[in-house]
């Protein structure tokens, strides 16, 4: 087991980056930011690889299952005996997949950012965001109670609001990450609420005890939080619906989905990392965390997380197939991976072969990191040679651009499902569960998982086929070893990744789980998928008009898909219209009219009665002697004669 | 009826009256001068109590210093032969109202207190003794207060010169 | 005739105290109304010698706060009239109702 000192300096490293470059990133260390944020974090992630290789194959597994371990733990804040809150690392099979997924995603982002941010003026201050968000990242997985886990995902909103930003003199920068921010702020008022119920029912923070305490059906803090009710739901089940809302806030999950696509105004790296790769399965990975409260006690809850997941999966997939910013349909697409892990845990029971979901679900987390960040980092190059985010403006870039082409490719061949590619696998496995748990959420997973074939080779063939290369030498080169590298890399494992056999190691109840690959139930996932490909390909593989013609046959339903069904839209309705002026502004007219007056009016009658006794204050001293003696005469018949 | 009663009543005639008259003439410098005899009557009540000591200071302080400041002051300040402006007709009734009705009170009060006067050994108030209680440390000695008054009378000193250096230099 | 003792002393300082306290509250030139205060402090100073001399002839306390007063009377005199004058100076006039400028 490694020591205490080494697990703690997987985030202390990051947030040592943040430290040096926020005091210093503009003055003395302008120039070496970038390499010494990536030194950090390269340090950081070697720690990673190391205790997680230690965890799954050394000193994790106690009588066949991987235990919960709880290397350090001191306490924070004590408010009672029982209740106090703690900080402390938690190490299990969840945490150390986290590890590595954080660690090696953002290093991969941080090596991609030298040759992507060169130039920019606040280099040193976006390495030092970065360090931040991993410090929180890294922090949030490691957390070992609830409230830790609270206090780092606010970090991690602070961290993806600062990021978004980065581009702070465009207006559309600043307007995405205030919109990010309001919403999973919103969002995240619930999973406080959740937090509250949970841990007073539980009458801990602490997640072993609270897992331990709300799955035993004995136990007076579960039958206390079943059998207190509030709207025809007990209390269990409000408390983990208010914590899944948190996760779904932050997971984009719909409803709370609209300030994803616009969080794409960061810069393209950040996208990765965060709103790809890491932030964005902070919601499953909370879910994941909470499992076993979910599937054991709270059956209902655990259907609102998939449906949730399936719908959000469907309609973001939907979307995707109109977008044109190409920023835009990952971020789609990242919606709907997103949801398609969320139903996994949906549909999932714990334990055994019935925790096939859980398992499923976080291998798609963890192949879905590798190969969505890496279409990420491939459309940043993309951008960076083009100079623009819109589809019309690329064609015919795979000869001008070799690498990104063949990267690009195979991480869309991963996302469609196509074997060998590592998402065929974790899709397979998340759909073989949808099939065993919900017959009609596997139908809808299975459509879905057919239009993201198509939108990714839709994409695919936009930026690289369609058009011939008609762009002018004034691109120049596809870009430098640290563009390219952090590309082939994470290529490699979005190709190799499929192949671990994930459920032996990461389980609903730490056992191994013993996947059997099933080529039967393949055919129909594969074959939809090779006829969104070929759908596609027909599409847009050359230029013609046959998508502008069937977009105009579904003129309505394009239309809305292309306006994201004008969710945005209604939010703003309700904010605007119906929020503004039916709260807003009886709430300003009190404020103005009842507050202030209220304020105003003691303002005001201090100053008239001042006026009024000024007068006394008149400078005239025999006048305040006369008082004085009248006064004092006053006081001394009252003395002698009554108060006597 | 003897002699040391008639002179005491004379003394407190004097000391009254002219104190009346101090603050009642128009005349500013009258006032002063009845203001020494006042101060004068004072002295003398205090011979007549065997306080000679008191009653050289009262004379030499009072009426060798302050009235004669206050003196300075008149010639300083003040035309001569000019009355003193008079005051509202309202306020003087107030006041001559309001000093009645204290004098009034406090002299009832005084006569229906019976003070127990007290025969014992008496101290005599000379120059010796009082010296030696002025300048002791011991219990009863008012060395101290003795020097709490010099400060206070170096700091009035010295407010009187920043006081009157002040100004000039504002004027020059 | 009464046998003048501590009762008529009293009388005498009280009387010369509202006598005082009168041409305080009347006088509108400011150097007599000092002159006023200097009759309220020897009304306070006949006061304490009468005490002393009859209820506390043991002792001289009352005769030092006699001295005391005196000493202070002085300090305060000198004071006062330095302002007086200032005021003279900056008015050209020592009336009181000229002194309500202070108050700003």
């Known amino acids: ?644 | 009826m003897n002699g040391s009663t008639i002179i005491f009543y004379l003394l407190a005639a004097l000391t009254i009256v002219c104190g009346v008259l101090s603050v009642s003439t128009r005349q500013i410098f009258r006032a002063a001068i009845y203001l020494i005899f006042s101060l004068i009557g004072i002295a003398g009540i205090y011979f007549w109590l065997d306080y000679q000591f008191i009653a050289a200071v009262q004379v030499v302080v009072y009426v060798g210093g302050i009235v004669v400041l206050i003196i300075f002051s008149i010639f300083l300040t003040q035309q001569a032969g000019e009355l003193l402006p008079k005051q509202k007709i309202g306020r003087k009734i107030f006041s001559v109202l309001a000093v009645f009705c204290g004098f009034a009170l406090t002299m009832v009060q005084v006569y229906q207190h019976a003070f127990y006067e007290n025969d014992g050994e008496a101290v005599k108030p000379v120059v010796a003794n009082i010296g030696k209680q002025m300048l002791s440390t011991k219990q009863g000695g008012y060395a101290l207060p003795f020097e709490v008054v010099s400060i206070l009378l170096l700091a009035a000193l010295v407010g009187c010169i920043v006081i009157a250096i002040s100004k000039k230099e504002e004027t020059a | ?104």
Request: hydrophobic content about 55%; proline content about 3%; glycine content about 8%.
């Open chain 3, 1 to 104: 005739m009464m046998e003048p003792g501590l009762y008529q002393i009293l009388f005498i300082s009280a009387a010369l105290f509202f006598t005082g306290v009168y041409g305080f509250l009347t006088r509108r030139n400011l150097i007599t109304m000092l002159m006023s205060v200097e009759l309220i402090l020897n009304s306070v100073n006949l006061n304490f010698i009468a005490f002393n001399k009859y209820l506390w002839p043991q002792k001289m306390d009352g005769l030092f706060f006699t001295l005391f007063v005196i000493a202070i009377a002085a300090a305060e005199a000198a004071v006062a009239i330095a302002i007086i004058i200032n005021l003279y100076r900056s008015h050209n006039s020592i009336d009181v109702e000229n002194a309500e400028d202070l108050k700003y």
């Open chain 1, 1 to 644: 087991m490694p020591s205490i000192a080494t697990i703690a300096l997987i985030p202390l490293l990051p947030f040592a980056g943040f430290v040096l470059l926020g005091i210093f990133g503009r003055t003395a260390l302008k120039k070496p930011a970038g390499y010494l944020g990536t030194a950090l974090m390269l340090a950081s992630c070697i720690l990673a690889l190391y205790t997680a290789y230690g965890y799954f194959f050394d000193f994790g597994k106690i009588h066949g299952a991987y235990q919960k371990l709880v290397p350090f733990q001191m306490t924070w804040l004590e408010f009672s005996k029982d209740v106090s809150i703690n900080i402390g690392f938690i190490l299990d099979p969840l945490s150390a997949m986290m590890l590595v997924v954080v660690t090696f995603i953002s290093l991969m982002v941080h090596i991609y950012s030298l040759s992507y941010m060169k130039g920019e003026e606040r280099f040193g201050t976006y390495y030092a965001f970065l360090g931040l968000f991993t410090f929180s990242m890294l922090g949030l997985v490691l957390s070992s109670n609830i409230f830790q886990i609270y206090i780092f995902w606010e970090l991690v909103g602070v961290s993806s609001f600062l990021l978004i930003g980065f581009y702070y003199d465009k207006p559309s920068a600043v307007a995405a990450c205030k919109k990010a921010f309001i919403v999973t702020r919103f969002a995240d008022l619930g999973f406080l609420i959740g937090i509250l119920v949970l841990s007073y029912y539980g009458g801990t923070l602490d997640f072993g005890t609270l897992i331990a305490r709300l799955t035993d059906p004995s136990s007076t803090q579960m039958q206390a939080a079943v059998n207190a009710s509030f709207l025809g739901a007990s209390a269990l089940t409000w408390g983990a619906v208010l914590v899944f809302i948190g996760g779904a806030g932050k997971s984009a999950m719909f409803p709370l989905h609209i300030w994803l696509p616009d969080a794409m105004e960061g810069p393209t790296p950040v996208s990765a990392l965060i709103h790809a790769a890491t932030m964005v399965v902070a919601g499953v990975y909370l879910v994941a965390r909470l499992f076993p409260v979910f599937a054991i006690s709270v059956p209902g809850a655990l259907h609102v997380v998939a449906y949730i997941g399936v719908v959000s999966a469907m309609i973001a997939a939907v979307i995707a197939c109109t977008q044109t910013d190409i920023k835009r349909v990952l971020a789609y697409s990242t919606m709907s991976q997103i949801g398609f892990m969320m139903f996994a845990l949906g549909v999932s029971g714990y334990g055994g072969e019935a925790g096939l979901g859980y398992s499923a679900s976080l291998f798609h987390l963890f192949t879905h990191a590798m190969f969505k960040a890496l279409l990420f980092l491939g459309a940043g190059s993309v951008i960076h040679f083009v100079h623009s985010n819109e589809m019309k403006d690329m064609g015919g870039l795979r000869k001008l651009m070799p690498v990104t082409h063949i990267t690009f490719l195979i991480a869309c061949l991963a996302i469609a499902g196509v074997p060998p590619f590592a998402g065929f696998f974790s899709k397979e496995e998340i759909l073989l569960a949808a099939s065993r748990g919900n017959t009609g959420i596997y139908y809808m997973a299975l459509i879905t998982s057919g239009l993201t074939a198509f939108y990714m080779f839709r994409l695919y063939f936009r930026i690289f086929w369609n058009k011939e290369a008609g762009h002018d030498a004034h691109h120049g080169k596809e870009g430098g070893f640290a563009l390219l590298f952090p590309l082939v890399l994470l290529a490699l494992c979005a190709a190799g990744a499929g192949f671990i056999p994930f459920g032996e190691y990461v389980s609903s109840d730490g056992t191994p789980l013993h996947s059997e690959f099933d080529p039967v139930f393949s055919i129909a996932p594969v074959a939809l998928g090779v006829a969104g490909i070929l759908l596609a390909s027909w599409f847009y593989l050359r230029a013609n008009d046959r998508a502008d013609r069937v977009a105009a046959s579904l003129k309505g339903l394009y239309t809305a898909a292309y306006n994201k069904f004008y969710i945005d839209e209604l939010y703003l309705f309700i904010t605007k219209k119906v929020l503004f002026n039916l709260v807003g502004r009886p709430a300003a007219w009190i404020d103005r009219n009842i507050v202030d007056g209220a304020v105003n009016l003691v303002g005001n009658e201090t100053v008239a009665f001042s006026k009024l006794i000024k007068k006394l204050q008149s400078g005239k001293v025999q006048q305040y002697a006369i008082v004085f003696l009248g006064g004092v005469l006053v006081l001394a018949v009252l003395f002698i004669y009554i108060w006597h």
